[in-house]
């Protein structure tokens, strides 16, 4: 059973802050993973996809993976109280379907 | 360039009818994945379709079926619906081609509730 793991939250950051965002997942053949950010009664939105083990940085979001550890990671610098989601992890297994954690809700405090 | 569409985007049913979604992928994309979310189960996938094909499923039961046109527009019907069948249903669309193919884009939603 292919499963993606996050902790539900909230997490409550304080504006400014770093946020760090978690998720493990359970096969080591993934090759392909998201960041995706919801807002209530929205749709999800990409924020990042990273494919290689490493940090990779877009503006003030920086997504790490560790395939040894099956671990990837969001990290939001200077927090913004229009941070304030539900972030899901998603994780793509060879050519097989991508599988979607639970989701992360995130409260940015002003 | 145009985003994923679905229509309708709000729908109202009660128990026993069928209902069909329709969804719009970015043009050039061929694969189009269903998503069934409800508060307490998240995100779940129903299915992928990919050139007309279907190509992935999830655990969902019979009642749950859909189809791919060849324009790659898609299409999903819900039959004998269920009052547990209530939720948001996203469609996503990516190049479905492998690796950084596989981003998905996912439309607005459509909103059945089923009373």
């Known amino acids: 059973q292919k499963e993606v793991e996050q902790n539900s939250g909230p997490l409550s950051v304080p504006e400014g802050a770093i946020a760090s965002l978690n998720c493990t997942y359970s096969?080591?053949?993934?090759?392909?993973f998201f960041w995706y950010r919801q807002y209530s009664g929205k749709s999800p939105e990409l924020i990042m996809s990273?494919?290689?083990?490493g940090d990779k940085e877009d503006g003030r979001f920086t997504a790490q993976l560790n395939k040894a550890s099956q671990y990837v990671s969001l990290l939001i610098r200077d927090s913004q109280p229009s941070d304030s989601a539900t972030y899901l992890c998603a994780v793509n297994y060879r050519d097989d379907k991508i599988i979607f954690g639970k989701g992360t809700r995130l409260h940015i405090l002003p | 360039k145009a985003g994923v569409t679905q229509t309708p985007r709000y729908l109202i049913k009660t128990r026993g009818q069928q209902v069909t979604l329709s969804c719009s992928p970015i043009s050039g994309h061929r694969s189009v994945s269903w998503y069934q979310q409800t508060p307490g189960q998240g995100l779940q996938f129903l299915f992928e379709?990919?050139?007309?094909?279907?190509?992935n499923k999830g655990n969902f039961p019979g009642r749950f079926s859909g189809r791919q046109f060849s324009n790659s527009r898609s299409e999903m019907n819900v039959s004998t619906l269920e009052l547990g069948d209530s939720a948001l249903y996203l469609c996503?669309?990516?190049?479905?081609?492998?690796?950084?193919?596989?981003?998905?884009?996912f439309g607005p939603g459509t909103r059945l509730t089923v009373l």
């Open positions: 990273i494919y290689s083990n």
């Open positions: 379709y990919f050139s007309e094909t279907q190509r």
């Open positions: 096969d080591r053949g993934s090759q392909s």
């Open positions: 996503a669309s990516s190049l479905g081609s492998g690796g950084s193919a596989d981003t998905q884009y």
